[in-house]
């Protein structure tokens, strides 16, 4: 059964932003006028990336950590002697987690005349700006997002950094057998991503009836509502043992409090998009027990990106955390492309990124199937502990 809380459900999980803000990261040593004016050679055009985050509302953590990564990519490449003789420069435009406002910022970095997209968060602002870098020729490296909308389309142009939801629910049914679930209450909040993910988690639940997972419930609660009391408490009366939430942390704390309170003692697990430290923000210790969460890698807990935080940590001055790697590895990912490609050339490139095998990505080397999605993605499942998480389980051996 599927039943809406408190308020009228909304179509974004932040609130749209008019306009958007573009922060384009110009490298002076790149441009004749910071020379002094005097040397008369010319100046190799920059290799221009653009991305799209969300720098304002309850998602700008994540954005901003997405941006830190990728401006350590980027500088990194600059300092070694650029690509193709060139300098790169990223343009970040806030997409504010909004449809109305990523499509606009989406035009903005076309008129920059970028030659990769290598933004993306918000899965439900993500997918309207997929026709118009289509429309521009723009292949697009996407971090973070991993809707199946992304897929409807069909476009050669579309790369998936992370593991798909259909991937995820997979991980996820496998993680809460092994939490010992039985009874699973699926949670989501009626948006792009958490929608897509929970219908994944259903459909891989039924289909391994080896697991013994039953599904109880699918609920769909209102973003950004001051209390889940009513979800909480059918969640409660359908026997459900485990739940499992799809949305994002500012949704997911509260409803991990109301969860408590109406007496659910069992395991709540969250998926990726919510899987960081807001979620853990007030909870007390007895609220904290008992909950887990699906991610993508998370440097902390992979012994092999130890050196790699140790450059995030010098070059932003703290550890990185979610989000981080898979932005660094789609502005990795491109610029080895375009190396590849031998040119800027957006199909030459676009090909380039298609064909990639043995690239060094932090998430392991990238194999895409033939619609632009990873055949080799990482989940992770956490717990959290103390003020932080702790690793449980993990699909990569390694």
Not at 109 to 114: K, R, V
């Amino acid at each position: 059964m599927k039943d809406a809380d408190e308020g009228v459900g909304m179509v974004v999980r932040t609130r749209p932003r008019v306009g958007a803000v573009a922060v384009a990261v110009l490298v002076c040593a790149a441009l004749a006028a910071c020379v002094g004016g005097g040397d008369p050679r010319p100046v190799a055009p920059v290799i221009r990336l653009g991305t799209l985050v969300p720098l304002t509302g309850v998602n700008a953590p994540s954005g901003q950590a997405m941006v830190n990564a990728q401006h350590l990519a980027v500088n990194e490449a600059n300092d070694a002697g650029g690509v193709l003789g060139r300098r790169v420069e990223l343009v970040v435009q806030d997409d504010a987690c909004d449809p109305g406002t990523a499509v606009i910022a989406a035009g903005n970095l076309i008129a920059q005349d970028i030659t990769v997209s290598v933004g993306g968060y918000c899965s439900s602002a993500t997918v309207p700006t997929l026709q118009i870098f289509r429309a521009a020729g723009v292949p697009m490296v996407i971090p973070l997002s991993n809707s199946a909308e992304l897929l409807a389309p069909g476009y050669d142009s579309i790369f998936l950094i992370c593991g798909t939801t259909q991937a995820e629910g997979r991980f996820a049914v496998a993680a809460m057998s092994r939490l010992g679930a039985r009874r699973l209450a699926v949670v989501h909040d009626g948006t792009s991503f958490p929608v897509s993910l929970a219908e994944s988690t259903v459909t891989a639940a039924r289909a391994a009836a080896a697991t013994g997972i039953r599904v109880v419930g699918q609920f769909e609660l209102s973003q950004a509502a001051a209390r889940y009391t009513r979800i909480a408490q059918r969640v409660q009366a359908s026997g459900a043992d485990t739940v499992y939430f799809t949305g994002y942390y500012a949704e997911a704390n509260r409803l991990v409090m109301d969860l408590r309170t109406a007496g659910f003692t069992g395991k709540i697990v969250v998926g990726d998009g919510a899987v960081d430290g807001p979620l853990l923000h007030g909870l007390t210790e007895a609220q904290r027990r008992n909950l887990y969460g699906t991610t993508f890698i998370v440097p902390q807990f992979m012994p092999a990106l130890a050196d790699w935080s140790a450059r995030f940590t010098r070059a932003v001055g703290h550890a990185p955390g979610p989000s981080a790697p898979e932005a660094y590895d789609a502005v990795t990912l491109a610029l080895d492309a375009i190396r590849r490609a031998g040119s800027l050339d957006r199909e030459a490139v676009r090909r380039a990124i298609a064909a990639s095998a043995d690239v060094p990505l932090l998430s392991g080397s990238p194999r895409f199937n033939p619609d632009g999605t990873r055949s080799n993605p990482t989940f992770l499942l956490l717990t959290a502990r103390g003020d932080g998480f702790a690793r449980v389980w993990s699909n990569d051996p390694a």
